[in-house]
Each structure stands twice: as C-alpha cells, then as structure tokens.
C-alpha cells in the first residue's frame, strides 16, 4: 500500500516536471531538444528564457485574411522559369537599393502585418525606380491610420495593407529614434520592453490618433509626403510563380505560421520540429537557395537585428512550410 503510494507520487512529480520543461519553449531544454532533433537548421538563445507568453504572442500578430479573394491573381508567363538561376538574394541584383539589407524591429506591438507590408513597399519603390530613387515606408503610419486593417498593435490583415497603399497613399518614416522622415516608427525595439506589463491583447493604437501632420523635423506636409501603390495583387501558391515574382519585381509579403520552436531560430533551413503554434505571422520574403540539399526561402523577419540570422532566416520551399506560400501578396507602387 505504502509502496504505491510512493508511486504514484513519484509518477506524478515526474508528470509535473515533464510538462513544465515542455511548457516553456524558450528554456535551454528546449533549445537543446530541438538541436538534438533537427538536422536542417540549429537553435540557439534569441530571447531571455523568461519573456513573457504575452510579448510572446504579439510576435505573431496576423490575422488570417480570407477577406480579398476577389483580388487579381497574377499569374507570369511560365517560360520566365527557365531563366531562374538556382539561387537569387536581392541584395545581389539591385546593390543600390540599401532597404534590403534592412531588419525592422516590431518591439511590444503586433505589427508584423504591417512591417512586413511596407518593407516590401520600400524595396519595391527603389527597384521600379531603376534604383534611382528610396522612399522608406513608414510603418507608424500605416498601422495609426489605416482602419480597415485591423487593431493597429492588436493583430492586422496583410493584404489590406497593401490596399490601403493603393487607396490612401503612405507617408515616409525611419525605424524608432531615426528622426527620419514624417512618421518615424513609435514603439522601441523588443528587448527593452519585455518586462513592461502589456494587457492581454498588446498595446491598442487608438485609430484616431492617425497624425496627418509630418515630425516638426522633417519639412514637408503630409499629404506631399504621400506615395502610392498602382495596383496590388496575389501571388499564385505556387513555387515557380513565387520566384518569378522576386526575381522580376523584388520583394513579396507572406503570412506562415509561428510554432513555439521558431522563436529559436538561429541559422539553416527552418523545418517545424516542435511546440505549439503562436500565431500567424507577416514576413518579407526576398529570395531563395539551397543549403546542403534542402532547398529554402529567405525571409527578413521583423524582430530585430538580434534574433535569428541577423534578422533573417530560411525557411523549407516549395512544400507550401508552415503555409507560407498560400496568402502572398505584392504591388507595384507610382514612383514620383
Ligand atoms: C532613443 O533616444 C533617446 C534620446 O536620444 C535615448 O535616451 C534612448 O535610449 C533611445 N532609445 C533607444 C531604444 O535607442
Ligand atoms: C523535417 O523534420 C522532420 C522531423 O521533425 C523530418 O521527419 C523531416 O524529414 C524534415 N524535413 C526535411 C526536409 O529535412
């Protein structure tokens, strides 16, 4: 009797203490599972093993956008493929278009949507410009002013972003403390805010506080400092046409979605291994390759310069990974 008693403790601080380990996908365990399993890529330390699930999952604010299935599909000539080189990165192509090598940093709001949305923009602007011209994007505007996109720092809808950008036009604005152009970016990098208390659903950008006026700095009026898209469209789910699409037109907005054991990434090809999922998550897609046979995308993610590789990571392509090659979107913007 008294032996399975003892058993039946012992069983259940074995359960307790197993659960715990899995629950905290940040802790070294964690990271020393996953590199145990994984063959593609390696995790490492990107995040204090004590960050809060709340910051967490504001990493991943997009929602999932069923809402504009009636836009334009583009489809590109298929004999375009046969140009294809086996790996493209952009910053190899357009050398003066610096935005590319650019990591924006979200910090404690949920504005993937939106980051990726107008990274995109910026780049797309100096390659229609024949690399002549740069406009930064500004991120602070879209997500302060745009109502159809959602909650600003409370999750938003990608593809609306860019309608907005065809609609209403988007200001100029550098990263945070820049003091470049009208509306800088608001919100300080991640890391000094992660132990800042943040309600349940983030940080809630009230719409009307949409500024139509530029920082005193800069000295232009809002409505000159506007930029417009010309169109916006889809990219078929479809490797080939994706590709298409980078080489020709440069960078794209796609939508995957973030499982617990991503936060981890540090180098290789991401290949989901473990952990729940955070949420959908908006991010530049650039280009592609392959590593050591496994053939990727290459993304620049919006959590700052620290996390992953410099910013960046890769991701399986072609296998539609974490569904990252089902809801992309582009446009061409109106350069003046
Ligand atoms: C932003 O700039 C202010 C004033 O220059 C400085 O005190 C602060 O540390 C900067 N914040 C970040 C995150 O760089
Ligand atoms: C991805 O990881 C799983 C195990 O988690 C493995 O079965 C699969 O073969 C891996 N895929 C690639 C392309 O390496």
Redesign the pocket.
């Known amino acids: 009797m008294r032996s399975a008693l003892c058993y039946t403790f012992f069983v259940f601080v074995l359960l307790y203490t197993t659960t715990r380990v899995t629950a905290n996908p940040l802790s070294d365990q964690a990271i020393k599972r996953i590199n145990s399993k994984q063959k593609t890529w390696t995790a490492g330390r990107n995040f204090p093993a004590q960050t809060s699930m709340t910051y967490i999952h504001n990493l991943a604010g997009t929602l999932k956008d069923d809402t504009q299935r009636n836009l334009q599909i583009l489809k590109h000539r298929i004999d375009l493929i046969d140009n294809l080189p086996n790996s493209f990165d952009p910053r190899d192509k357009w050398l003066k278009c610096m935005s590319l090598n650019e990591i924006r940093d979200q910090g404690a709001c949920s504005s993937c949507w939106a980051l990726g949305a107008v990274a995109a923009m910026t780049d797309r602007y100096c390659i229609f410009s024949e690399e002549k011209k740069q406009f930064h994007f500004s991120a602070e505007d879209l997500i302060s002013c745009c109502e159809t996109c959602g909650l600003g720092c409370v999750k938003g809808l990608h593809i609306a972003a860019w309608i907005y950008w065809t609609r209403l036009g988007l200001v100029s604005g550098g990263n ?2 820049s003091s470049q152009g009208c509306k800088p970016y608001n919100i ?2 991640g890391e ?1 805010y992660v132990t800042e208390e943040l309600s349940p659903l983030g940080r809630i950008v009230d719409i009307s506080q949409c500024l139509t006026f530029c920082d005193p700095s800069y000295n232009v009026a809002y409505r000159d400092d506007k930029r417009y898209g010309e169109r916006v469209y889809l990219i078929e789910r479809n490797e080939n046409q994706i590709k298409i699409e980078l080489f020709c037109n440069g960078p794209v907005e796609g939508v995957m979605e973030v499982y617990s054991d991503f936060l981890n990434y540090k180098h290789g090809v991401y290949n989901y291994t473990e952990g729940e999922s955070i949420g959908h998550h908006g991010v530049k897609i650039m280009g592609w390759g392959e590593e050591h046979g496994h053939k990727y995308w290459l993304v620049a993610n919006s959590w700052g310069k620290d996390w992953g590789d410099e910013g960046f990571f890769k991701i399986l392509r072609g296998v539609n990974h974490c569904g990252v090659e089902e809801s992309i979107v582009a446009g061409e913007p109106i350069i003046v």
Do not use: A
């Open positions: 945070y403390n300080p990098p000094n």
